[in-house]
């Protein structure tokens, strides 16, 4: 898998072995002085605090077994060999946390420390009579149960793992498979995390680099808003899967090198190809891998990123069809930043990269998700639970409308301050581009909110005065809580890489009738409005402004009336632009350069023959000075290893009006048969 010069980690070759040139130490050197000033790293005394805590929290739960131990009538023996122990994971055990960031710890315990008594029952117990512990928030109920609390001021979110042991060595070593030997799946899932973080520090090749490109990078998705599991888009882990990838296809690039490089990779990728940083393993345990020839929810995954721990798992099943075409044009417009920085374009920086995506400026059309509880604790509980399932609500409006409505989910909630008890959510609602719009076709989702808000109502856990209620905004109506220190800007944000080139693309659309100008979500000036045709959009509100009086409670009903969205003629250029149609050329164009790509050996995952730039390579048939031609072919070639994933995933109506895709789809199917 792994090789001591570091030029082998993963299922394929380095696309390069390159190292940086002087410009790209240059420009190494400004990335990491603006992610010192952005206050991306934590202070000294910060870091020892967050010791001394994980320190006390690893006590707490040694005594917490003994006493379970003593009560259980264990003899004397395993009382007193009795043992639990903490483990770090996440942010923090890869080493690019920030001020302030939650620490994800795992509590390992012996068989005979239940989860539901024990966990949840007495250490939940103990810890509330803490002086030191604050907001301790329980959620046996997820699908990876946790405890969150406050312990000294440090956030901490505390798993739980029951191992079938009788004690827990201090010297434990989790890494080991047989480690999962008979644990239930809770114990599986809650283990996976720790065994993730530490298999992907294994296989990069020079971990500061990583830590250093995985930190910008996760600065970048929250400032452009596609940093959320919750939501349908990418959370920590995700991140570092796709920035560990990228590592070990440049193994000597430095951290601006490998952020460019991330851009251009993914920008090529043809999902649903998984990301893999190793081969997946069957183990001998029998737990279930992530596999789309045998597991028919594998099949569906729009964006599979699988995890190298045994079971190898999606770790990115939550992406929507709506959120992997947001982070696909985000992933051009880091592209093309990176391409312009590399080219000393003036104007283009690394502020340029990380410049906030305006959210509220990008669409006509949101709707807006009111919650409302009783006090702060019920609050805290029904946020949790309606944030889980506002993803729920998203597929339920792709699929209700054939995809035709589009929805982009905004990561983090808002509040008013004059309503201590309430919150905000919003999704921005645009129709799919380059569809015809029939005359007087409307999107009527009543009936999916119903749905949506049925399905919210079922929360186990629900108190009296824990309310929703759903509501269509139009841009002009939104709260103004929603904008940066309550103010509403008085313009449209001017002078952006975002409005720059939307403004060129409305240009080149006048100067070039019919052309496909790629325009993006980014729609920057009101002005431009009065410049578009036959352009309306109507909807029946709740009040004549579409925000709920002044006053009058959230109830968890609405009139049948308030989802009723109708869009008689909006056109593409109204419309938030996408770069979406631009990037479907590009993959395509890709498929088309697959077909003559070179042959490739693979088994168990791994793919033999030269890399790209190797001296030996002889029989790749590209044009050598043409680095990206050939980088372009090396990233099909990575992408052959796992064909029949194509053939499965693929939305077969595609098929039909592709035939470029559908030869190379039948030709890598013909292999796969002589293959197998």
């Known amino acids: 898998m792994g090789s001591s010069n570091g030029q082998r980690l993963g299922i394929t070759e380095p696309i390069s072995l390159a190292g940086p040139t002087d410009d790209d130490l240059m420009r190494t050197r400004k990335l990491e002085k603006y992610l010192r000033d952005v206050n991306l790293y934590e202070s000294q005394e910060e870091a020892v605090s967050r010791e001394e805590v994980l320190g006390r929290l690893d006590q707490i739960v040694k005594i917490w077994v003994k006493k379970i131990s003593r009560a259980k009538g264990l003899n004397d023996q395993l009382l007193q060999e009795a043992n639990a122990k903490i483990f770090t994971f996440g942010s923090y055990r890869l080493g690019v946390h920030g001020p302030g960031a939650d620490i994800d710890t795992l509590c390992v315990g012996p068989r005979h420390a239940t989860r539901e008594e024990d966990f949840f029952g007495e250490l939940h117990q103990m810890l509330t009579e803490m002086p030191e512990v604050t907001e301790l928030h329980p959620v ?186 947001i982070m696909m044009d985000e992933f051009q417009r880091g592209h093309e930043i990176c391409e312009a920085m590399e080219k000393n374009e003036a104007d283009v920086d690394w502020d340029t990269l990380f410049e906030p995506f305006t959210f509220f400026e990008a669409y006509k059309n949101y709707l807006r998700i009111d919650i409302s509880a009783e006090n702060a604790d019920d609050l805290r509980n029904w946020k949790g639970w309606v944030e889980s399932r506002l993803r729920q609500l998203t597929l339920k409006i792709e699929r209700h409308t054939y995809n035709m409505l589009q929805c982009h989910p905004h990561p983090g909630d808002f509040s008013d301050k004059s309503k201590p008890l309430y919150c905000s959510y919003f999704m921005g609602l645009q129709r799919k581009q380059g569809v015809p719009v029939g005359e007087g076709e409307q999107f009527d989702i009543r ?82 409005d009065t410049h578009l045709r036959n352009a309306k959009c109507h909807a029946t509100m709740p009040s004549s402004s579409g925000e709920f009086r002044e006053g009058s409670p959230i109830v968890s009903t609405i009139s049948s ?115 197998t």
């Open 447 to 528: 009936l999916t909110v119903k749905e949506f808000k049925q399905a919210v109502s079922m929360y186990t856990l629900r108190k009296p005065g824990m309310q929703i209620s759903v509501a269509h905004v139009t841009r002009r109506n939104l709260p103004n809580f929603v904008f940066p220190g309550g103010v509403r800007p008085s313009r449209p944000s001017k002078g952006t890489w975002d409005s720059r080139r939307a403004l060129e693309r409305k240009v080149s659309s006048h100067t070039k009738p019919g052309a496909d100008d790629g325009r993006k979500r980014k729609q920057t000036d009101d002005n431009v």
């Open 140 to 325: 046996p109920d997820a699908h990876v149960p946790v405890m969150k609390f406050k312990f000294s001021g440090v956030s901490i979110d505390l798993l739980y793992a029951r191992l079938s042991l009788w004690v827990i060595p201090e010297d434990l070593d989790i890494s080991q498979d047989s480690i999962l030997q008979n644990a239930d799946e809770q114990t599986v899932r809650s283990l996976n995390g720790c065994r993730v973080t530490d298999q992907i520090l294994r296989l990069v090749p020079k971990i500061q680099n990583f830590r250093t490109t995985l930190r910008c990078m996760r600065f970048w998705a929250k400032r452009r808003g596609v940093y959320s599991n919750v939501a349908g888009f990418l959370g920590g882990i995700n991140w570092a899967l796709l920035v560990a990838r990228i590592c070990q296809l440049y193994p000597n690039a430095v951290p601006s090198m490998l952020v460019s490089r991330f851009f251009r990779v993914y920008t090529q990728w043809r999902w649903p190809n998984p990301v893999l940083l190793c081969a997946i393993e069957e183990g001998s345990l029998g737990l279930q891998v992530w596999d789309p020839r045998r597991n028919p929810k594998d099949k569906y995954h729009l964006m599979p990123i699988i995890t190298p721990a045994y079971p190898c798992m999606n770790s990115s099943y939550n992406v929507s069809t709506s959120t992997l075409r």
């Open 561 to 675: 009336s308030s989802i009723n969205l109708q869009f008689e003629h909006m056109d593409a250029n109204e419309l938030v632009g996408s770069n979406r149609e631009k990037v479907e050329n590009n993959l395509t164009d890709s498929i088309r350069d697959s077909r003559n790509s070179v042959e490739v050996s693979s088994h168990n995952g791994k793919v033999d023959g030269p890399m790209i730039g190797d001296p030996r390579n002889k029989g790749l048939s590209f044009n050598s000075s043409n680095s990206k031609d050939a980088e372009k072919l090396a990233i099909e070639k990575i992408m052959s290893v796992y064909p029949f994933y194509i053939i499965i995933s693929l939305d077969c109506s595609a098929l039909i009006f592709n035939p470029i895709m559908l030869t190379v789809i039948w030709l890598n199917f013909t292999s796969l048969n002589k293959a």
